[in-house]
């Protein structure tokens, strides 16, 4: 009995030792106990049946023995097989899990460049960020249960905010509130954060617990109250700031009124009064009212977000009109800071073109005056070369500043400036004409600034030249202006440039009859020319007979002026001295077709009274 029972110790502390024994082995075990139980006892009823002797109960004693160490040792050998194959298989678990987190976490390397998280939002606070599916749900479908078991929460009145745990299962860790499960935390979410699902567990509870507590805190009915006290003390100060803004704008406004009155003074510019003082009151009083809604406009910009600040629920909303007021200004400013290199390049550029036309033209006005004297080119071209000039480095200075304006890169600029382009290519045709018929009669030089020119049927003195139009004054004191297109295909006869050149010649002609020999009224006339003021002596007057009619010869004088502006006086004196220089030759000046009768009438030659009457102007 004795060694029956350390046998029976012996199997106990083996099963008892292999706390990992597969199902099997213990079953065999329990047999084997069960079955040499069940020997000993047969065994027993048997001798109690039968007595036997000493000996042969040692015997069978000693038998059963033996066939129970024999059945311990298979037992033995079966425990190490199946050790081994519990070994062998937890390694292969092992490494098939190690193999599939290194699968999932190679995935998910490859997708975290690619994939933008999705946070988890409560109260505007962003507590984390989800990656990764769960089940059927996406990373957005968990953030908004996560957020709406938030909002239940914080409704809910009986659990505290430090009653927040982590549950964990076999292939889930639950983040728990009471009986409620907040997040549900899988393999996929802690590899996208590079921990285990308990690490990361630990790591949410806090946030989580923080903002519940808030959350609870937030919505509260003494929160509630003081946040209404703060609402109406805004609405309290911003009424007295605008009461307060009014009434200094109203003292502002009288004292501009009285400033008006007394000390204002009209804006005079060149004996021109630009403006008076009622119109720089009224200016004023305009900028003062400007400015009022400016500063009221600013209070507003602050108080409107403060209020909406104030209540969690419109807190979001606060931030939207802040954004909106405080962006347009930031983006202007941050425009205006970008700007300021490509306004320091618009200014070189600027300065040097502007200084460059100075000495431009300088250089033209001394051409102009004749100070400064070039071979083959004439002062009157000094002006219109500067103008051309000028207008070409105008325009290259555009060009080279065209990058630089702000937004000239964009499309509806482009758009723009292609639009203008072409509306002055197609309207400009004519302009264009006048622009070049006016470059080339600059060029020309048919006429400059005061000659006397006939242009067709018009005679005038040139008063204007522009790139478009000629102007020019009739005696009559009519001015007419001329495009110069039509300058160009006419012709243009400039009394000016030959008088000052060689002399102009005036002439007339008078008809005077045969019985008159030649020779005298060749000299009567060229004697009239002579008492004429403004002919010249040199070259001297002659005379042209340039026909022979039926009833008479036609004599025309011709006379060198170096006036062309007074040719329509020297023709009227000129005239005058010819009636005057006959009459006293007592010489009839002839009309066509004209018959004297001589039958004792006077003579049609007037007397010598009628010279006393109208006396020489000379």
Request: with cysteine.
């Amino acid at each position: 009995m004795k060694r029956f029972a350390v046998c029976f110790l012996a199997i106990f502390g083996i099963l008892a030792c292999s706390q990992h024994a597969d199902a099997q082995l213990i079953d065999r075990a329990e047999r084997l106990i069960l079955t040499t139980f069940g020997d000993r006892n047969a065994d027993s009823t048997n001798v109690a049946a039968q007595p036997v002797t000493a000996a042969e109960r040692m015997y069978r004693d000693s038998v059963t023995i033996k066939e129970m160490e024999a059945r311990l040792e298979a037992m033995r050998l079966t425990e190490m097989m199946l050790r081994a194959e519990l070994d062998s298989s937890r390694i292969e678990g092992v490494t098939a899990d190690s193999l599939r987190h290194a699968r999932m976490r190679h995935n998910i390397d490859s997708l975290r460049s690619l994939t933008a998280g999705v946070p988890v939002v409560a109260d505007g606070d962003t507590l984390f960020t989800l990656y990764a599916n769960r089940g059927g749900h996406t990373p957005l479908d968990r953030a908004d249960m996560i957020t709406d078991a938030l909002t239940k929460i914080r409704k809910s009145r009986h659990n505290p905010a430090d009653s927040v745990y982590s549950l964990d299962t076999d292939g889930y860790t639950y983040i728990m509130y009471g009986d409620k499960v907040i997040v549900t935390l899988t393999d996929y979410d802690a590899l996208w954060e590079g921990m285990t699902r308990l690490e990361l567990a630990e790591r949410y509870i806090p946030v989580l617990s923080a903002k519940i507590a808030d959350m609870k805190k937030v919505h509260s009915f003494k929160e509630f109250a003081i946040r209404a006290v703060m609402f109406l003390l805004v609405l309290v100060v911003q009424y007295l700031l605008f009461k307060f803004t009014n009434y200094l704008f109203r003292k502002l406004r009288r004292y501009i009124i009285r400033l008006k009155q007394q000390r204002i003074r009209p804006v005079i510019v060149r004996d021109y009064e630009l403006l008076n003082k009622r119109q720089l009151g009224r200016i004023m009083i305009f900028f003062s009212n400007i400015l009022r809604y400016i500063v009221l406009l600013i209070q507003l910009t602050f108080s409107v977000p403060m209020l909406f600040a104030i209540f969690p629920q419109t807190e979001k909303l606060a931030l939207t009109i802040f954004f909106y007021i405080m962006e347009p200004v930031k983006m202007v400013l941050r425009s205006v800071a970008d700007y300021v290199p490509n306004l320091f390049i618009i200014l070189v550029i600027w300065f040097c073109i502007k200084y460059l036309i100075k000495g431009l033209r300088y250089i033209a006005t001394e051409i102009e005056n004749e100070k400064l004297k070039i071979s083959g080119f004439y002062p009157d071209w000094a002006k219109p070369s500067f103008n051309i000039i000028r207008f070409l480095l105008y325009a290259f200075m555009v060009a080279m500043i065209y990058p630089y304006l702000p937004g000239s890169n964009s499309g509806v600029f482009q758009g723009i400036s292609v639009f203008v382009g072409l509306i002055v290519s197609l309207g400009s045709s004519t302009v264009i004409g006048n622009i070049i018929a006016g470059l080339v009669i600059t060029y020309m030089r048919p006429f400059k600034i005061g000659d006397r020119i006939k242009l067709n049927e018009t005679t005038g003195n040139v008063i204007e030249k522009t790139p478009f139009v000629t102007r020019l004054r009739t005696p009559k004191n009519e001015v007419v202006t001329i495009p110069n297109s039509f300058i160009m295909s006419s012709h243009t006869v400039n009394y000016s440039a030959s008088a000052r050149q060689f002399g102009l010649i005036i002439h007339t002609t008078v008809t005077i009859g045969y019985d008159v020999p030649w020779r005298q009224v060749h000299q009567l006339l060229i004697n009239a020319a002579r008492l004429t003021h403004g002919v010249q002596e040199h070259p001297k007057p002659f005379v042209l007979e340039t026909e022979l009619q039926d009833y008479y010869p036609c004599y025309q004088i011709n006379a060198y002026i170096k006036d062309a502006d007074r040719q329509a006086v020297i023709m009227t004196d000129l005239m005058q001295n010819i009636q005057d220089v006959f009459n006293e030759a007592g010489v009839e000046i002839m009309s066509p077709k004209y018959i004297a009768t001589r039958d004792g009438s006077p003579s049609t030659i007037p007397a010598d009274p009628l010279k006393d009457q109208y006396p020489d102007p000379a």
